[in-house]
């Protein structure tokens, strides 16, 4: 069990969504860093699917009642147990009675603790993900508060091969990582003012030529509007060639709109369902970690790729956490 300390900014239970149910209105919500998530529950021995905490911009206290084996990857918030530094992007024994202690962002927006076993919750609509607005989901549909306990669930056998990995080598120390961690390659830049790959929307040639151009030619500010929604984006306004009225139609995580006032918004985890703004751009699946990890006051720059090239992308980096998973058992076996 996880005893909440202090919450954070804004901690919640996280899984990879609720799909299957938009079409019945129900928002997806999930990881805003799926990538970020995946990994930790690699690195713990779980099915990519576990819930994870994730941590926003400032980070939580937490009480380890009981031995663990976890991750944290994503943004860097200044993790420390009992007071010194630890790293992300590699496996970690904790042992129990340690303090887990987040600060401030160092790099990106978020970060997602992973726990060998997952956290224990109950399923709402085949998903463990927190949706804030419905209050579903997750630990009591809320964000985390003083107090909160959270119970783990039962280790695979993955995760007890990698737990014993790390107890053999564990000495008199509270805490160990592993001597191993993933690929510097495969770990996104969580840097400010990143640039953003997207591919066409459904209504670009419909925007006039001026503001093609600006979208990619300018950068735009992560305002302090922004939430798990949407990015809300300040910069050159972006309209269309001549008016038109458009039929509401389903949209995505990573779907650029563009409302009256010119000023785009990125739709990210809990992104409504359907959406009747002009849609400029879809953001490449490969890049959705460095939009999630963008925080308020950055700036985004957006670059223009092909659909072939953004499933090339993704492709190549599925073939590469296929061998990265295919690593971590033969270093644990």
Known sequence: MLKIKKPGLLSSIQDLGRTGFQKFGVIASGAMDPFAHRMANLLTGNAENEPTLEITMLGPTIIFEEDALISICGGDLSPAINSV???????????????????????????????AGGFSVSEVMKSKATYLRAGIGGYEGRALKAGDQLVLGTPSDQSDRMTEYLIQQLQNQSFLESDWSITPELIPNTESNPFIRFTKGRQFELFSKESQQKLIGAAFDVTAQSDRMGYRLKGPALSLSEPAELISEAVNFGSIQV????????????????????????????????LAQAKPGDKLRFVEISHEKAQHLYLEREWKLKELKQGIYLKTR
């Open 85 to 115: 530094p630890v790293r992300s992007w590699r496996s970690i024994f904790v042992k129990k009675g340690s303090e887990l202690k987040f600060g401030y962002t160092q790099s990106g927006c978020r970060a997602y603790l992973a726990v």
């Open 259 to 290: 409302p009256p006032d010119g000023n785009p918004i990125v739709l990210l985890a809990d992104r409504q369902t359907t959406g009747g703004y002009p849609k400029i751009g879809q953001v490449a699946f490969v890049d959705l970690p460095l």
